[in-house]
Structures are given as C-alpha cells and as structure tokens.
C-alpha cells in the first residue's frame, strides 16, 4: 500500500481528512464515495488538473507521481484510488465496505483491482481516443517526463497526445465490453455487484459508468447496469460524492467536442 513517509511540516501538520481530488476525475470519485458512505468528514483541495497544478512541487510532495486522488489522514499521505480504498476500510471498518465473509470480500476486491488494471488500457483509452483529449501540452512534456517517476504514464501520454487510432480504441471498448458482459450477467437478478449489500466493488465501478455514460459510450444492452446505475444514484452518498462535481456542460456538447478534436487531428496528420 502506498503509504508515504514524509518530513514534510506543510504535510504532517494536516489534521483529520484531507482529499486532493478533481471533479470529473473517476478515480476520486470512488475516493469520494467510500468517504461518504463510511459518513467521515473530509476537507476538498480540489487539484486543476487543466491547469496542470498536480504538477507543482507542492503536490509532488504528496504525491510523486502527480496523480489524483491522494489522501492525508492526520499527516501521512496515502496514493492510488485503490489503495485509499483499502487504507479507509481498515481504518474506519464501520460501516463496512467488505463482506466478513472472505469469499465475498476476496470477490469484491477482484473487482476494484479490475478497474484498477484496466484504468490506462480501456478506460483512459477509450475516454482520450474517444474524444480527442490528452491532458498534457507537447510543449510540457520534457518537464513531465524530468518529473514523473512512472515511465509507463510519460509513454501513455506521450502516446494520447499524437492520437489514438480507430484499432486501439475500438481494443478498449472491447475490453470494457467484456467487463460489462460479465456486470450485466450479475446484475440482472442482484441489486450489488457482489453479496447483498454495497461493497467496494460498486464504488470502484460507478463513476465508470458515470464518465463512459457522459461521453457516450452505448449501455442500451446493459439493462440491468442501468437499473443498478439508478440505484447507486439514489443512495445518500452519490449527490455529494459524485453529482456536485460533475461538469454543468451537457454530455451531448463534450461529445461533440470529441468528434471535432478527432476530425481536426486527422486531417492534421494527414
């Protein structure tokens, strides 16, 4: 578990909750979530990522490889959304986010590992070649790979910045295809992903569902995610853990903002 140590006074002298967290971002999201369902308070530092401030000094400090979400809990700083899940269950076990049953809290972990491997190769993929997006400027990129200690991040944005192709976005939705297959069949008869209450395993997949709906990814054949979707929208944590941060822009308009990005990036390299 990354849990760093840090002789930082700016750092160690947090007391209490403190989440370094963006809006839209699906990985805080799921951060925001456990938090609220576990009723814990929590202090936002909100990080623009547009405006690159998770690349200042001051939170490389927290955390080095400049992503979000990080959390400080009285001091100690803890990355990886999945993690911070884990770190929050043992730390505040009530109300539990894992079955005592072994076997339905090893299945639920299964599930928050799925989204974690597949975050950069399906989701992050399908989102940025579906839109058109990259969140680093060329003209930043010398300075971020100085800076970031995960290289695989440097060659992936690298990578996001030239374009995704109509191949390697098409191999992500097939992935996610394959995991919501899999949801679909659970949740046609199931209220949770896994057992008979709201798991780890929910928070790690809705904001998923949330980001992919937004920019248009089609779950006409996934019903029973729907209904489950809708139903995750109606529990106490989901107006201030997920809809107070999500963009005022219409879905409609973001995706047709992809479709102009990938147009111009086309005719560009042609």
């Not at 950069?120 to 010398?142: E, L, P, Q």
């Not at 996001?160 to 394959?178: I, P, Q, S, W």
């Not at 029973?224 to 963009?247: C, H, M, T």
Request: charged letters at 25%; aromatic letters at 8%; one cysteine or more.
């Amino acid at each position: 578990m990354p849990i760093l140590h840090t002789e930082d006074p700016a750092i160690t002298s947090l007391k209490g909750i403190h989440l370094y967290h963006a809006g839209i971002s699906n990985c805080s999201m799921r951060v925001r979530l456990a938090l609220e369902e576990k009723g814990l308070k929590w202090v936002s530092h909100e990080v623009d990522l547009g405006h690159q401030k998770n690349l200042e000094p001051w939170y490389l400090a927290i955390n080095p490889t400049g992503l979000v979400p990080a959390l400080v809990h009285d001091g100690v700083p803890v990355t990886e959304s999945n993690d911070i899940l884990h770190y929050l269950e043992a730390e505040f076990p009530e109300p539990a986010l894992l079955s005592s049953d072994p076997s339905l809290a090893t299945e639920a972990i299964e599930w928050v590992d799925l989204a974690a491997s597949l975050h950069m190769k399906a989701i992050k993929t399908w989102v940025y070649g579906s839109t058109g997006g990259a969140t680093k400027k060329r003209s930043d990129m010398a300075h971020y790979a100085e800076i970031q200690p995960d290289k695989s991040l440097v060659e992936f944005h690298e990578h996001a910045l030239g374009g995704f192709t109509d191949e390697e976005v098409e191999a992500a939705r097939k992935m996610l295809v394959d995991v919501f297959q899999r949801m679909e069949r659970r949740l046609k008869d199931h209220e949770y992903l896994v057992g008979e209450a709201q798991s780890l395993a929910d928070i790690a997949w809705v904001p998923q569902y949330v980001l992919l709906t937004m920019l248009g990814f089609d779950f006409s054949l996934y019903p029973g995610i729907i209904a489950w979707a809708k139903r995750q929208e109606q529990r106490p944590s989901y107006d201030p853990a997920v809809a107070r941060w999500l963009p005022n822009v219409p879905g409609w308009v973001l995706r047709l903002g992809g479709k102009v990005k990938r147009v111009y990036r086309k005719l560009k390299a042609a």
